[in-house]
Every structure is written in C-alpha cells, then in structure tokens.
C-alpha cells in the first residue's frame, strides 16, 4: 500500500473552516436511524418480540415520536445565548468597548 500523502494547506483554510462553522451542529443530535419496524394494532406483540421474563426485547424498542420544540434547556441556555449573540460583530465591538470602559482604559 502507498503511503498516504499530507493535504497541502491552503492560506485560507482556516477561513473555509469559520465561513463553513454552524452554531446549530453544535447542539444538534445526530440520529442514526434504526431497523425497519412493523406496527401491531390492537394486538399482541409475537411471542418473538419479548424476551426470557416477558418485556420487550432490546432490538425492538424504539425511539418515540416525541417532538421537542424547545430552542434552550437549562443546561444550553447560557452557551447557546452567547454564541447567538456573538455572532453578530456589532454585540462584539459593544461588549468590547464595555470591558474597556469597565477596566478604566477608555472614558466614553
């Protein structure tokens, strides 16, 4: 086998990487869709879904369909907050100049 070669880094590809960064991916869940199922109404479930003491087996519980429409928990709130509020450049040269008036360096 070949030995593999290093990619040559262009000047701006560390621009590519933040023109191409996205808030949301670093909240977001990736599902990975699971096995085809079969829906049984107003029946059993088949003695082959459940297991040795009677619940259903592991490889047949499923992800409910449960919708969550929530934008911020508890946990997210702050972080989410501030990369949204960041994002704009005009907070940046606000929040800039608040530390700076903060700190004494500038009177405005």
């Known amino acids: 086998m070949a030995p593999q070669r290093k990619k040559k880094s262009s000047p701006f590809a560390w621009y590519n990487k933040l023109a191409a960064f996205n808030v949301e991916d ?6 990975i869709p ?30 409910t369909n449960q919708v ?3 934008k911020y928990t508890i946990i997210t709130f702050l972080p989410r907050n501030l990369l949204e509020q960041f ?5 940046m040269c606000a929040s800039s100049r608040l530390l700076a008036n903060l700190m004494g360096a500038v009177d405005i």
Request: net charge positive; charged share 30%; glycine share 4%.
């Open 34 to 63: 699971g096995p085809p199922r079969s829906v049984v109404v107003h029946q059993d479930l088949p003695a082959e879904y459940k297991d040795a003491k009677g619940k259903v087996a592991k490889e047949h519980v499923y992800r």
């Open 87 to 91: 994002r704009r450049v005009a907070n």
């Open 26 to 31: 670093l909240f977001s869940r990736k599902h």
């Open 68 to 70: 969550i429409t929530s």
